[in-house]
């Protein structure tokens, strides 16, 4: 866990809603192999963040940084195109449709006379899930409605994998899982890390962030405060943080630097 | 009658087994888990024919079976547009009248002082037809309004376009034999058996090389057994329809165009990315949106499949009755229509169904309604058996639904 290079960094971006500083200042990196998680209570602005790496807003000031190059991210195609890929709460997927089919959807394989190759999907969506380790599903022909919610966030994360993505923003995907899918889905997360991708893992679980983080972003209220090395912290610490962290900036004053 | 030709790469079977079990025992589960497929359909079907040969015996003859064809032709070819529009979880009401908009354009085309070639007139008609569904698409989802709402509104307007194209003629009679070939012509014993024993090998074909190409990749199949079994039963019911038919006057033309149109539209839904889009949407409209699907023009071109299906059937109907007159596309056709999608086992909520379905769900209504007038039935009781059996449909798929987990939306 050296100090590679981050593969995205975002240097002091702000996103103001109207009167409302949803963002002030923030810095944010993650790390190829690395996973990053992003924590804090509920209005500390981690949605407002993910969203502007995802490109569905754009932040009012600050720079993104990705492979150390310099860049922007207006559109969710922006951010596609870069390799990030954002597993939402909801997980978007179409219940009526089987695994194959929800993997691919948007980016189905063709072969003549515009007829679905579904041979070659089904070869590629075994294995990409076997890449994954995930032996959960019995049949990838089967239809999201017959699966439980690990499964399906397996199946969504995958289907972020499949698409030669580098960066991979899961979004709470633990939230609704019981012991056993919890499990399976954090030894997920840990997997996407070690085969090299940059992860950045939303949770309010601490437990389940203690696990399989590399290094935690605290925010409170729009603000960094602290990024911790998992191993040289501990709960206390980042609940500490996360309550009643100490902020560079005090919203709604004017610009008062203190350097 | 050959039903569509479903294959093991489709994407759209719902396997609830492990790929490894008994084919058996998969469809036992499924049928547990609520997934009844097309079984009851098939089972009230059996049903209809035994209720009404008993009754008559006129039922189960040659010539009555040929009848059941022409007569189901009109409902079905509309239906399969209903199938699309009901998979994305719209519907469309406008259907019947925009059908008698088609066939009262084809008919004053073809007629002095137009009288254009029959090829001319009836492209111009399904244009016309295709014209009028890119208008009510553009209308939904320009003005994110029901589709409901709009269609209904086309319901009107189209029987008064009928009415004012008409200009108080009573009736406008079809002369172009071609055109009134479509419903009433009858292919040569030969051929029928050729056309039979060709669909049965191109078949055949199609399934074995899939079963190989699967092997060859490694991924889980079907038995062979499960596919030989498959095609005999396609087999013998292709050759025997054509046997029947041909004790009578032959297989009728527009059978062969039902079957084409079936086929090419279950291509177009179970094969190809659009046909996947209109599922996805059906299924979770903002999941496909977020996979860069352009949800409103699928929405719009599907809209435009159900008028221009709704056109071709206009057309059939009008054929076989040798005219159109003010009262087309009017009556229960626009019912029966969406009756044959929803009871064939097509889901009201979007997202489940066949195009196979408009097919079976003709079949139904038009042998109800073929057997009811055999048994000289009051108009009266015909539609009070039909609306049950519609009934029993939706409350079929309403409880089939409920079986797979809460995915009522």
């Known amino acids: 866990m050296g100090e590679a290079t981050p593969l995205l960094e975002l240097r002091g971006v702000s996103k103001r809603f109207g009167a409302v500083e949803a963002l002030t200042k923030v810095d944010f990196t993650a790390r190829l192999g690395e996973v990053m998680a992003l924590v804090g209570d509920n209005g500390a602005g981690k949605s407002t963040l993910i969203k502007g790496i995802a490109g569905i807003h754009t932040y009012n000031e600050g720079q993104i940084f990705f492979d150390a190059k310099p860049v922007t991210i207006n559109s969710p195609r922006d951010s596609a195109a870069l390799g990030i890929e954002v597993v939402y709460q909801d997980l978007a997927l179409a219940d009526n449709l089987d695994v194959v089919a929800n993997m691919f959807l948007g980016h189905e394989r063709t072969q003549a006379m515009g007829m679905l190759d579904e041979d070659s999907m089904e070869r590629t969506c075994i294995e990409t899930l076997q890449s994954l380790s995930v032996t959960t599903l019995r049949s990838v022909r089967q239809e999201i409605s017959g699966l439980s919610g690990g499964q399906r966030q397996a199946v969504a994360v995958a289907k972020a994998v499949m698409r030669n993505s580098r960066l991979v923003i899961l979004d709470e995907p633990t939230a609704a899982l019981g012991v056993a899918q919890t499990r399976q889905v954090l030894d997920l997360v840990r997997r996407l890390a070690d085969k090299g991708l940059a992860v950045v893992l939303i949770s309010h679980n601490l437990h389940d962030i203690f696990e399989v983080a590399d290094r935690i972003t605290v925010l409170r209220l729009g603000q960094n405060v602290h990024e911790f090395m998992a191993q040289q912290t501990n709960p206390q610490e980042v609940v500490h943080a996360i309550t009643a962290g100490k902020m560079l900036h005090v919203p709604g004053m004017a610009e008062v630097e203190i350097q | ?265 279950s291509v177009l839904a179970t094969r190809t990315k659009f046909g996947r889009y209109v599922y996805a949407i059906g299924g979770n409209k903002e999941a496909a949106r977020r996979a860069g699907i352009n949800v409103e023009r699928i929405r719009v071109m599907v809209f435009m499949i159900s008028s221009v299906m709704a056109g071709v059937g206009g057309i059939i109907l009008a054929s076989r009755l040798r005219s159109v007159d003010t009262a087309a596309g009017g009556g229960n056709l626009l019912i029966n229509s969406i009756a044959a999608a929803v009871i064939g086992g097509t889901s009201l909520f979007g997202g489940r169904g066949k195009v196979s379905s408009a097919f079976l769900g003709a079949l139904i209504i038009a042998s109800i309604e073929n057997g009811m007038g055999l048994l000289n039935l009051s108009a009266g009781e015909k539609f009070v058996i039909t609306g049950l059996v519609l009934l029993a449909a939706v409350l079929v798929d309403a409880t089939s639904r409920r079986g797979q987990g809460g995915a009522k939306r």
């Open chain 2, 1 to 265: 009658m050959k039903t569509t030709p479903s294959s093991p790469g489709s994407g759209l079977a719902p396997a609830t087994a492990p790929a490894s079990g008994s084919r058996f025992a998969q469809y036992m589960q499924r049928m547990r888990s609520g997934e009844l497929g097309s079984l009851p359909i098939i089972l009230g079907l059996i049903l209809i024919v035994i209720v009404f040969q008993v009754q008559n015996q006129n039922f189960l003859t040659p010539r009555n079976f040929v009848n059941l064809i022409v007569q189901m032709a009109g409902i079905t070819t509309i239906a399969i547009g209903v199938v699309y529009v009901l998979l994305l979880g719209e519907i469309d009401l406008s259907i019947g009248y925009v059908s008698a908009v088609a066939a009262v354009s084809m008919a004053l085309l073809l007629r002095e002082p137009i009288s254009l070639p029959w090829p001319l007139a009836v492209v111009v008609a399904l244009l016309v037809a295709a014209a009028v569904g890119a208008l009510h698409g553009s209308i939904i989802t320009r003005f994110q309004v029901p589709s409901f709402v709009v269609t209904l509104a086309g319901l009107l307007a189209w029987n008064g376009v009928v009415l004012i194209l008409m200009q108080g003629a009573g009736t406008v009679i079809i002369q172009d034999q071609t055109v009134l070939n479509i419903a009433n012509a009858y292919l040569p014993p030969a051929l029928g058996w050729a056309l039979a024993l060709g669909g049965v090998a191109l078949f055949a074909y199609s399934q074995f090389t899939n079963v190989r190409a699967r092997n060859q990749r490694g991924l889980t199949n079907r038995s062979t057994a499960i596919t030989i079994v498959q095609v005999a039963l396609v087999a013998l019911l292709s050759l025997g329809a054509v046997y029947f038919a041909n004790l009578d006057r032959g297989v009728p033309f527009i059978g062969l165009l039902l079957l084409i149109l079936l086929a090419a539209f």
